[in-house]
């Protein structure tokens, strides 16, 4: 019998009931965001909409979550606000309800150290107030890296606005996690049909234009030891990097695109880290690990938009060997996180 193989899932997501309170206000509020038909489910189950049970499962911390990672020997959840986290409230709400949300992660995180670790939210629409919070979530409550859900308000982390976000990322150290939510405005439009708005398709799409911008608009020579992670098996940006590479630089030469130090793939490659939550493909996952290389790509479930158990199968039997395994399975999180072994 192999000895038991340490665990740790990166994209778990929780709220608060203030949060869920906000939202629900957002629900009933007219309005055409690529968020809503979800949030409409999700927070005030809405005819129509459908009933999406996952709110039980979001506030909840410390029971059926703590009995489901027991029973299949989850050894930590990194914890994150979900989505799309403070980013659909005026500035003010924003930062008052990240602040709380921070409280108490690192109140949960207190009573079971070894149980939970957490990503820290901040209000994007103040980037201001955001680095004060960042500094404080860092510094103060010990919280391991940053959560940012995609777009503010239709845009993205290239525009020179949100760059003090992303110099105090670097500055103190700790990896970003780019989670999806809606598109955007102008990115909606043909996601609105079929439920293709979020995890289906709209999400991966949302995410992946995020940040093959940001590669392109060359914020990462400004930025060198940023590091973002990416969920749901890298919203397959990895799949596509060498077209994406091979593009930009036909579009630098004519002056379509700025000129950048690294390539695309060379910047994926330096800046960028992935886990597989939500997408438990073994043949992705190998594909993933050799793309990237075994020190890039982190376990996660995507608790509770994911079920425990097959999301741990899926670890158990990854195609592997057993030092890659050890650090898609705990290692990598470790270091990315700054979680201690
Ligand atoms: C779902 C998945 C919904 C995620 C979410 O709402 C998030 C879903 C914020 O499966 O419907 C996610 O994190 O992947
Ligand atoms: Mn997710």
């Not at 670790?117 to 391991?144: C, D, H, W, Y």
């Not at 995609?150 to 970003?176: F, V």
């Not at 098996?233 to 593009?247: L, N, P, Q």
Request: hydrophobic content about 40%; some cysteine.
């Amino acid at each position: 019998m192999a000895a038991k193989l340490r665990k740790i899932a990166v994209e778990e997501a929780f709220s608060i009931p203030e949060v869920a309170k906000e939202l629900q206000k957002v629900a009933r509020a007219p309005g055409d965001s690529a968020d809503l038909p979800l949030i409409r489910g999700v927070y005030d189950a809405q005819p129509g909409y459908g009933s999406l049970n996952f709110l039980a499962g979001l506030l909840d911390l410390e029971g059926q979550r703590l009995r489901e990672m027991d029973e299949h020997s989850v050894d930590m959840q990194i914890l994150s606000l979900t989505a799309p986290g403070v980013q659909m409230f005026d500035a003010d709400t924003a930062c008052d309800l990240a602040t709380l949300a921070n409280d108490r992660l690192a109140e949960v995180i207190a009573r079971h150290p070894k149980r939970f670790a957490g990503l820290a939210s901040f209000p994007t629409q103040s980037p201001r107030r955001a680095v004060k919070e960042m500094e404080r979530a860092i510094n103060k409550l010990k919280l391991n890296g940053f959560m940012i859900n995609s777009h503010t308000n239709s845009e993205y982390l290239d525009d020179p606005k949100y760059w003090p976000i992303l110099e105090a990322a670097e500055a103190l150290d700790r990896c970003i996690y780019i989670h999806p939510r809606g598109a955007s405005d102008g990115l909606k439009g043909p996601l609105r049909e079929y439920g293709m708005d979020s995890a289906m398709w709209g999400y991966g799409v949302e995410v992946g234009t995020h940040v093959v911008r940001m590669m392109a608009s060359g914020l990462f020579d400004r930025f060198p030891k940023l590091k973002i992670c990416i969920g749901h098996m890298g919203e397959a940006v990895h799949f596509w990097i060498w077209r994406v590479t091979f593009m930009n630089s036909r579009s630098q030469k004519i002056g379509r695109a700025p000129k950048t130090e690294l390539t695309m793939s060379e910047y994926f490659q330096r800046n960028f880290v992935i886990s597989s939550s939500g997408h438990e493909d073994p043949l992705a996952l190998e594909y993933s690990v050799k793309k990237l290389g075994p020190d890039n790509v982190l376990w996660a479930i995507d608790y509770p938009y994911q079920p425990t158990a097959p999301a741990v199968a899926f670890l158990e039997s990854a195609p592997l060997n057993a030092a890659d395994k050890a650090k898609f399975a705990y290692q990598n999180a470790e270091r990315i996180f700054h979680i201690k072994p």
